[in-house]
């Protein structure tokens, strides 16, 4: 279980580094784009980078179940509002993949330590 709950943190760590370092990389494959300020790029580095990557930080360096089933729930959040997007804006096979990732992490993550 510790070695899973790692690997989670790592995960965070990972994906999120690329939204917050990569933000035009990320913004590409999520087909978005900047308006007339850099607002959505700014977005990017925040909401799907930089939070992840001090998600997994902080699970790191706390190392409780409990940090590490909120490791689950962060990314619960994300398939809930994947889910949401899925049902109100439309499908597409990228939205289901990325949800069965979100919600694959968040359902490994709490299981294993709530």
Do not use: C, H, Y
């Not at 933000?23 to 939070?51: F, N």
């Not at 790191?60 to 997007?85: C, E, K, N, Y």
Request: hydrophobic content about 60%; aromatic content about 10%.
């Amino acid at each position: 279980m510790f070695f899973i709950n790692i690997a989670l943190a790592i995960v965070s760590i990972v994906f999120g580094a690329m939204g917050w370092l990569a933000p035009r990389a990320t913004m590409d494959t999520l087909d978005m784009q900047d308006g007339a300020t850099t607002m959505a790029r700014s977005e990017v580095r925040a909401a799907s980078g930089a939070l992840f990557v001090m998600a997994g930080v902080g699970a790191l360096w706390l190392s409780s179940p409990d940090v590490f089933a909120m490791i689950g729930f962060i990314w619960a959040g994300g398939a809930l509002g994947r889910a949401t997007s899925l049902l109100l804006d439309g499908t597409l096979r990228k939205k289901w993949v990325f949800f069965a990732v979100e919600l694959g992490v968040a359902a490994l993550a709490l299981t294993i330590n709530l």
